[in-house]
């Protein structure tokens, strides 16, 4: 019989029978008992290994126990019952599924049915999730193609109760027939199984609330790879073998230390919750860390640190999944038939593709260092990833390099051409895993699975980098037509790989305490790149890249057409390939940050800011004649779009100012003229368009105080969220104002006949017939999402522009921010020339452009709107 776990007393619930026999109590009891007592030395413990152990054996106690009350005497032969799934892994968590096969020698009869029924019942009474499943020896042995997961289920079985020459005979012969016979099916099932789960999570480790189960790196890997390890062992040894055996020790040690992590971290998620729940969610990351689940007893982590541990354990497991899928898949070269013509196309006289892995002709030169870098050229070349084999032996390899006494090796010419190759970031990631990347630049061990705990950055630093660097690769498929123009600066720049090194080293600073992390990491950087090969010229180069390269986002958060912040981007990048560089380190910089970062609007933005500074390096425009030559080009296409509007194109342009005519198009200055046309005394127009995900609201109408705020006003109260906006007037004191915003509850979305509803009311309350106090009692309460800290900060400029004050406020974003600040501006009073209205992950970054009596702000003015706003911000926050 399987070991049991002791049952407390009823007298003293934490302490056994003094003969350490089982109480005489209802099995129900038992369990509830059991369960308590399991969990108590969770508490106590945090071992996650021990407690599914534990469980597990719980309940075989448990059933053993009903399989002598309901079926031992009338069926002591003919019928088992088998674990399957986690029980048969003996891995059971406190709420997961118990899977139990009910396996029969003969088919099921109506009286065994009833009572594996009552058996089950008992065990649904006592809340367990249990999956059971009544089968033939004769239904174990034919696979099913349309229902692999059956099959794959019976690769974990284990004997609980009953006839134990049933269950062994299943494991000793039914099982591995199957396995031998249908191995080739078995494995194509088991990649796509693979394959769909990992796509659900974009093939990505790096979550904010990652899955501990599911999630590529999460427990699901460990079953992978100990199927894939079975499989691997009959198809090698026919016997059912540990499939840790064919691991290399460095890696069983790091897998082992892994499923301890993640079995605590799963533990601890079940019993705080009470349920299956596998979500690490932002808060339960902060209560793991505070209470050191799975880490060493010693020990206090922060959340980020913590998480940081969990990644690089995920990592491990990962690593061990694929580890034993190509072992398995190495028994069947035909599952990799639709690479097979890589082995014609790519192998060479020192590489070969075998099984869709890069091994070598001649495996004794990995030691040379020469052919250790020109392995992963290949990979950088092709996409194909190195064989488990090659990669560990290069690992075993990496100490002997370190030794300073060696010989010198020349890494740029290595590293310079593995950088511009198409699939750089892969070959990159390969040599982080084996050590060598680290070794090349030690300091980038500082940034390995490093977190930055915030809800904008999705990446650990390590993986954002590496994205980054995908990301300007692929901008040679690039589909769309904004992506080719930055594709058109990349094959304009002289030296990319530069480019490339300094994305690889932008981050670095942030493995370091430090109050400026882009200073500390240029002399990180500089210190390194002397000794691997690089000339003065191109370290001064990535130093100068990686010292600005947050210069273009930032100035970005500026009006990108003045000429103050054009002239100030355009001093720091001093040459045309420099600001290329510039910029395209900031569009792979953003769009690594999350899979939503860098939407079209922001890289059009980006490229704006790139012409403007760029034509005025080139000295071909200056203020006057830009905003000239811009006025005559915009004047003929709209003149030539709608002749009939004649003199009211002058009429409205007039006064305008120069930022409105190059943030819109002829189309759309020529329906603003018609919308303004028809305005009426104090009526207003209105034009509601959806782009793309967002819907753009315009609004026409003559100027007069708080328009700017009640529409974001009304905006709010519809449940919207503002996204930009932009708010422009002419000398004839005709205001046009944009918004764009995303219809959270899908209001619009799902209900065309809403958007007449709404714009009425937004027109109503630029009219006056509805208050907007009536309005926004109507608001719908704000969503809860995960907690963050985001301290409100208020940045006064008065240099960045000739004309206006401007004023930068970064605060926790909300539903009716907008309106909220807008309202401050009303009641100083001051004007909104200008809004870039921003929001990165749950912070909004707003940017208003403010004059009172036309002037610029004062100090005192400054002083008090400071204040109204900290006031209304805080106590709304």
């Given at each position: 019989m ?63 126990r ?13 019928v ?8 048969g ?5 406190p ?12 088919a ?6 009833a ?8 065990l649904w009474?006592?809340r367990?999730?249990?999956s ?36 062994d ?6 099982v ?11 494995l ?18 790096f ?14 890997e460990h ?6 390890g ?7 040894d ?6 840790k ?7 069983r ?8 992590f993640?079995?605590s971290?799963?533990?601890f ?6 349920r ?47 580890h ?19 082995r ?18 001649q495996p ?7 052919m ?12 194909i ?6 990669e ?16 010198m ?14 699939f ?13 990347l ?9 940034i390995?699975?490093l ?19 995908d ?17 058109q600066?990349?094959?304009?720049i002289?030296?990319p ?6 994305l690889?080293?932008?981050?670095v ?16 950087a ?29 100035a ?9 912040n ?7 990048a ?11 380190l ?20 980006l ?5 403007a ?23 003929a ?23 409105y ?32 995900q ?9 100027d ?42 899908r209001?619009?979305?799902l209900?065309m ?17 509805t ?10 309460s704000?969503s ?27 605060t ?8 909220e ?18 929001t ?5 970054i ?32």
């Amino acid at each position: 019989m399987t070991n049991v776990v002791p049952v407390p007393s009823s007298e003293n619930p934490d302490r056994p029978l003094a003969d350490g026999s089982y109480e005489d109590v209802p099995v129900k009891e038992l369990y509830r008992r059991g369960s308590a007592s399991i969990q108590q030395q969770f508490t106590e413990s945090r071992n996650g290994r021990a407690t599914i152990e534990a469980r597990t054996a719980l309940v075989d106690d448990i059933v053993q126990r009903l399989w002598n009350t309901h079926l031992a005497a009338t069926y002591p032969t003919g019928v088992a019952i088998v674990a399957i799934g986690g029980y048969g892994r003996s891995a059971l968590y406190p709420h997961s599924d118990i899977d139990l096969l009910f396996l029969c020698e003969k088919a099921e009869t109506p009286d065994l049915k009833a009572k594996i029924r009552a058996l089950c019942q008992e065990l649904w009474d006592m809340r367990m999730r249990l999956s059971p499943t009544t089968k033939t020896v004769d239904d174990c042995s034919h696979f099913d193609p349309n229902n692999a997961e059956s099959t794959i289920a019976l690769l974990d079985c284990r004997y609980v109760a009953g006839e134990q020459q049933l269950a062994d005979y299943l494991r000793n012969k039914i099982v591995p027939s199957v396995i031998v016979r249908e191995s080739q099916a078995i494995l194509e099932r088991l990649i796509e199984i693979n394959a769909d789960r990992k796509g659900k999570y974009s093939n990505t480790i790096f979550h904010l609330e990652p899955d501990v189960k599911d999630c590529v790196g999460g427990l699901r890997e460990h079953h992978l790879g100990c199927w894939a390890g079975v499989i691997h062992g009959f198809m090698k040894d026919n016997a059912w073998v540990d499939p840790k055996q064919y691991l290399p020790t460095t890696l069983r040690g790091q897998t082992e230390h892994a499923v301890d992590f993640l079995s605590s971290v799963r533990c601890f998620l079940h019993y705080r919750s009470g349920r299956d729940d596998n979500k690490l969610s932002w808060d339960a990351q902060e209560e793991a860390a505070k209470l050191g689940i799975g880490a060493e007893a010693s020990k206090t982590l922060t959340p980020a640190d913590w998480m940081r541990a969990y990644f690089r354990n995920a990592r491990a497991l990962d690593r061990f999944a694929n580890h034993m899928m190509e072992c398995a898949a190495s028994q069947k070269p035909s599952l990799f038939k639709q690479i097979a013509n890589w082995r014609s196309r790519a192998s060479n006289a020192d590489f070969t593709v075998v099984s869709g892995r890069v091994r070598l002709q001649q495996p004794a030169a990995i030691n040379d260092p020469d052919m250790m870098m020109r392995s992963f050229e290949f990979v950088a070349e092709h996409g194909i990833p190195l064989s488990a084999a090659v990669e560990q032996r290069i690992e075993e390899n990496i100490p002997q390099l370190a030794d300073s006494s060696g010989p010198m090796i020349d890494w740029w010419r290595h590293l310079g051409s593995i950088l511009i190759r198409p699939f750089a970031g892969d070959a990159l990631r390969a040599m982080q895993r084996v050590g060598l990347l680290t070794l090349i630049f030690p300091d980038f061990a500082y940034i390995d699975a490093l977190v930055l705990r915030d809800l904008y950055h999705q990446y650990t630093v390590d993986e954002h980098t590496f994205i980054a660097i995908d990301a300007l690769h692929q901008l040679s498929d690039s589909q769309s037509d904004w992506e080719s123009r930055f594709l058109q600066l990349l094959d304009e720049i002289e030296q990319p790989e530069l480019l490339v090194l300094a994305l690889l080293l932008h981050d670095v600073g942030k493995g370091i305490e430090s109050d400026d992390h882009v200073k500390t990491g240029v002399e990180l950087a500089r210190k390194r790149l002397e000794t691997i090969g690089i000339d003065k010229r191109g370290t001064e180069t990535v130093c100068f890249l990686i010292a600005n390269h947050l210069e273009a986002s930032l100035a970005m958060r500026r009006d990108i057409f003045d000429l103050t912040n054009i002239r100030d981007l355009a001093v720091r990048a001093g040459t045309q390939d420099r600001l290329k560089m510039l910029v395209l380190l900031t569009y792979a910089d953003i769009k690594a940050v999350n899979r939503h970062a860098l939407t079209p609007w922001k890289a059009d933005n980006l490229w704006q800011l790139y012409i403007a500074t760029a034509n005025f390096l080139s000295h071909s425009v200056d203020e006057e004649r830009f905003h000239a030559n811009a006025e005559n080009e915009q004047l003929a296409r709209i003149r030539l779009l709608a002749p009939q509007l004649g003199k009211k194109l002058k009429r409205f342009l007039d006064g305008i100012p120069q930022r409105y005519l190059s943030i819109h198009s002829a189309e759309e200055i020529a329906a603003h003229i018609d919308m303004a046309s028809r305005v009426s005394g104090n009526g207003v127009q209105l034009k509601l368009n959806r782009q793309g995900q967002l819907f753009l609201l315009t609004v026409a109408m003559q100027d007069r105080p708080m328009i700017f705020c009640n529409i974001a006003g009304a905006l709010a109260a519809w449940g919207m969220n503002i996204v930009k906006a932009d708010a422009f007037a002419n000398g004839a004191g005709m205001v046009l104002d944009t918004f764009y915003f995303a219809d959270q509850f899908r209001t619009l979305e799902l209900n065309m006949e809403e958007w007449t509803r709404f714009q009425d009311s937004i027109s109503d309350v630029l009219t006056g017939k509805t208050s907007l106090e009536t309005l926004m009692k109507r608001r719908r309460s704000e969503s809860k999402g995960p907690k963050a800290t985001i301290e409100t900060k208020l940045l006064f400029d008065d240099k960045s522009s000739s004309r206006s004050t401007l004023l930068e406020v970064i605060t926790p974003d909300r539903p009716g921010l907008l309106y909220e600040m807008s309202l401050q501006f009303t009641k100083l009073p001051c004007n909104i020339e200008a809004a870039l209205i921003d929001t990165e992950g749950r912070t909004a970054i707003d940017v208003f452009y403010l004059t009172a009596s036309g002037a610029k702000l004062d100090t005192s003015q400054k002083q008090k709107l400071e204040k109204a706003l900290l006031a209304a911000l805080n106590a709304k926050g």
